[in-house]
């Protein structure tokens, strides 16, 4: 590990080690699960850092419509990460079991598989936003000057969502290999490619919300392209060794591991969708709040995902881990890993909603351009103080989803999203709206969006059916001989 990369473990273990002393977790578990959260981390902070810079560059030059244009379009782009993210679900569960049970001779049937998947689903999504960006967006927004900002970005943006899908597969792959770090210098480094590429045609080319988009597809074509290298060759230049060496050549449309995979990620992708269709209403309904809300809302949403970022490494942590002793049939271990690892996420929540709180306002200046409407601000640092709240509960529900996704068991953490997302969170927004709640049904709705999942997520895994589940797709249920 280099020295940058040992100081970035550090907060992360200090934590995990506090945990293990007071008897909370295991030292041992505790000391894995840094190791292998803490890149995953790193990437999402890279990541919603580059998305953030995005909508900071868009502000700073073009001002506040530029914020709302870009938010509007935001959810058609989320369609990637419940395609990619969807069968990267799939990809993670069989890969870490077989991994953990040694069987690598279907691992490379799952990467093809999952590859294959993921640009046939995601093709006819990139002709509709490229034919039909101003009509999509209209569904959402009326005001003229956002609409056109919104429909430029989508038209170009939407060309990268193939390249984001196969992003997810490959970083899931080799964190399923027990190797999160080289994929969190794989992703990282596109999301540094992002935003120095950002810079340039936003602010040098003055290229506006086309450069935002132009820069992500070409940063997610980056990392597809460091991705397939290392997994084809075992290494790639600049990201060294990778864990796993997928032939290239070989068996790509296996019908068992296709069914698998669709039956896995199906409802993991619908779970992630939840969120993406849950925006379309939200951001229409926020149109109505009076004048700065929508950018407000828009500026605590890109500032809430980088708050986020420990459920990104907790949760793959817990999928690979509990996955590994699942493919071990070592199901009293993988609850053991997967009850410390909630732990682990909470208190760790809990320091990064800390830390939000107190830096919420310098955070939010950085967006604000002069001349949007005054209101955008304050309303703005009250949201983030509302997601500092709702973040502890995130901390419950993500970590539970891990071993849920590794068993195979994805059914009932997208219900439970759906139920959050639809059942509480959007009819408080929408009450604000038409009731003296006013932005207190925000606040309320950030507040619900994590409470229930948490409730329902932890239930499941406190239940134990995911260990039952998980004995449907481990390994040695399959034939050994399967096609590489």
């Known amino acids: 590990m280099s020295r940058t990369g040992a100081v970035l473990r550090l907060p992360i273990l200090y934590i995990g080690l506090a945990l293990a002393r007071a008897g909370l977790i295991d030292r041992e578990r505790a000391v894995e699960t840094a190791d292998l959260a803490w890149p995953r981390i790193v990437t999402g902070v890279a990541r919603m850092s580059k998305n953030a810079a995005d909508v900071a560059m868009v502000g700073a030059v073009l001002g ?38 040694d069987a690598y001779e279907q691992l490379g049937l799952a990467v093809r598989s999952s590859t294959v998947l993921v640009v046939v689903v995601s093709l006819p999504v990139v002709l509709v936003f490229w034919l039909f960006p101003t009509e999509l967006v209209r569904l959402i927004n009326s005001d003229p000057t956002q609409i056109e900002y919104g429909a430029r970005y989508l038209q170009i943006v939407g060309l990268g969502i193939p390249f984001a899908g196969l992003n997810l597969v490959g970083s899931r792959v080799l964190v399923g290999a027990d190797d999160a770090y080289t994929a969190m210098q794989v992703r990282a480094g596109g999301a540094v490619v992002n935003i120095a590429l950002n810079a340039v045609f936003i602010i040098v080319l003055g290229w506006g919300v086309a450069g935002a988009a132009l820069g992500t597809v070409l940063s997610n074509v980056f990392a597809v392209g460091a991705f397939a290298v290392g997994l084809s060759r075992g290494s790639a230049p600049g990201f060294g060794q990778f864990p796993v060496e997928i032939d290239p050549v070989g068996t790509y449309v296996d019908g068992d591991t296709l069914k698998d995979l669709v039956r896995i990620g199906t409802p993991v992708g619908a779970r992630n969708l939840v969120w993406t269709a849950a925006e379309f209403p ?75 709180a107190v830096f919420a306002r310098p955070m939010v200046s950085l967006f604000i351009n002069p001349d949007s409407p005054p209101a955008t601000e304050p309303i703005a640092v009250s949201l983030i103080y509302a997601a500092c709240v709702a973040m502890l509960f995130r901390g419950i529900s993500g970590s539970s989803i891990g071993p849920l996704d590794a068993s195979g068991d994805t059914r009932i953490p997208f219900l439970s999203q759906l139920l959050g997302m639809f059942g509480a969170s959007i009819p408080l927004i929408y009450l604000g709206s038409v009731t003296p709640l006013g932005i207190w049904g925000v606040y309320l709705a950030f507040l619900a969006e994590t409470t229930v999942p948490a409730a329902i997520n932890y239930w499941r895994f406190n239940s134990g059916k995911w260990k039952e589940i998980s004995r449907e797709i481990r390994p040695d249920q399959n034939d050994a001989s399967a096609v590489d």
């Open 64 to 101: 506040a419509d530029a914020i709302a244009g870009v938010g509007v379009a935001g959810p058609f782009w989320g369609l990637a990460f419940a395609i990619g993210g969807g069968v990267a679900g799939g990809t993670i569960a069989l890969v870490s079991q077989r991994y953990g049970a």
């Open 282 to 356: 939200m951001l229409a309904i926020l149109g109505t709040y009076r004048d700065g809300t929508l950018a407000a809302f828009v500026v605590a949403r890109r500032i809430w995902g980088i708050m986020n970022t420990p459920g990104w490494g907790f949760g793959l942590a817990s999928s690979s881990l509990t996955g590994q002793a699942l493919g071990q049939g070592k199901e009293a271990l993988a609850e053991a890993y997967g009850r410390d690892i909630i732990r682990f996420s909470v208190a760790t929540y809990a320091v990064s909603a800390l830390v939000a």
